[in-house]
Nanobody, 127 residues
């Protein structure tokens, strides 16, 4: 059974950077399209970024475009989310998710299209 584990969260000042990692155990993450979602306290879970299996497609929420970069290292079965120029409104629990069925931009921003989820990692940006 595939398990996803996020790491790299923490506390950072506004304008700083963090790099999140999502690793998989049990099966190669290269077989899956992967997305990052976040949920701030009191808010619904929202899409942040996604990357297709082939890496040809990457998607970003408008709120993070130009600041966040998603990438994958298939050899390490890891997907990364590099977050730069962080803002207090980026504070949330960040989750990685994976799915084998959907691999196009039409579907990768929708959380219900993912069937594997990690436990989440807290990112806190202080002003």
């Amino acid at each position: 059974q595939v398990q996803l584990v996020e790491s790299g969260g923490g506390l950072v000042q506004a304008g700083g950077s963090l790099s999140l990692s999502c690793t998989a155990s049990g099966r190669l993450l290269s077989l899956y399209a992967v997305g990052w979602f976040r949920q701030a306290q009191g808010n619904e879970r929202e899409f942040v970024a996604a990357i297709s299996r082939s890496e040809r497609t990457t998607l970003y929420a408008d709120s993070v475009k130009g600041r966040f970069t998603i990438s994958r290292d298939s050899a390490k079965s890891t997907v990364y989310l590099q977050m730069n120029s962080l803002k207090p409104e980026d504070t949330a629990v960040y989750y990685c998710a994976a799915n084998r069925m959907y691999d196009s931009a039409t579907y990768l921003h929708t959380s219900s299209n993912y069937d594997l989820w990690g436990q989440g990692t807290q990112v806190t940006v202080s002003s």
